[in-house]
């Protein structure tokens, strides 16, 4: 991990929004525990939503960590509700993550991710404009909004070649459609109003609390229960997996360190099929909890997802060559440590998938309505 605990004093602010998801907990945890800083987290507190991880550190870390942390319930669909909470957070630095992200539910249900992902988003920027416009001269120069987005607005890759930061726009499903109107967003309210931005685009993330939806807290719940393993369509489908806390890194770096209006593209530079991820849980799985035979002999294969990307890669050249940033774990190290985590923590997977109603049933497969 990179210590940024220099680049954010007491005085600073920082409002995250998304902060209870997976990619924000991490985010929002590495900042109460490395910085000084005042960290507010803006979450409307969705399915996928929980904040123990966040919890247990400021348990850990006592009242003046408390003291530094806020916790606003707010849907940045509503343009009202958007505003008073910027007002509230006063933000220094605005990191943006909330968004509904999960593939499959957009082909369920894709008006949700219109409403968040777009509406949310030109709210936040509205309300945002308006901040930076009003703040004092010394603060106006520093102020900064870092967009969080996706790999999958770029499309889908052939055997070759990989995503940058110049890769043409071509989103295949409801979700990463929503992220890429999001992109553009922020990239115009830069470009027209002077909002001072940074952007980024990740490769595929895991790590320790994730929603047990996504695809390798999925398998290892699933082998756990001694359930079939779905894997979607021949498995040969392959993603670029990214270690969320070696994520983090890369955003913070950027944060502070990237040049304003630019992009960056963030990847593991760790490509797998989800064949290959799949039968990896499976040994690593062996190996800590045998039971006489493979979990591999779970894995069932099923109905591929309508409009299943075959290929994402990212080319990190740009934030490895301007900032210094490279992974610290290989996905072997991250698996093994991942896998490790939801071993000790099912009771936690229990807890979540009772409050949000999601107990690993497929989704993604009916018709778009």
Sequence with gaps: MIDFSHNFNKDCKILVTGGAGFIGGALVRRLLIETKATIINLDKYSYASDATSID???????????????LLKVDLRSESDTALAVQMADPD???HLAAESHVDRSIDGPSAFLESNILGTFN???ALRDHWERLPEDR???FRLHHISTDEVFGSLGSKGRFSEITPYNPRSPYSATKAASDHLVSAWHHTYGLPVVLTNCSNNYGPWQFPEKLIPVVILKALENQKIPLYGDGANVRDW???EDHVDALLLVATKGVCGRSYCIGGSEEH???QVVESICKILDEKLPKGK???ELITYVT??????????INPDRITSELGWHPSKTFEEGLITTVEWYIAHRDWCEKVSKRSGYFGDRIGISTAN
């Design 93 to 95: 630095l605005v990191m």
């Design 140 to 142: 106006k120069q520093l």
């Design 124 to 126: 936040l920027l509205q």
């Design 273 to 275: 099929s989800n064949k």
């Design 294 to 296: 493979s979990y591999t």
């Design 56 to 70: 247990e550190v400021l348990s850990g870390l006592g009242s003046v960590a408390n003291n530094r942390y806020k």
């Design 242 to 244: 990214l270690f969320v």
């Design 304 to 313: 591929d997802r309508p409009g299943h990307d075959k290929r994402y890669a």
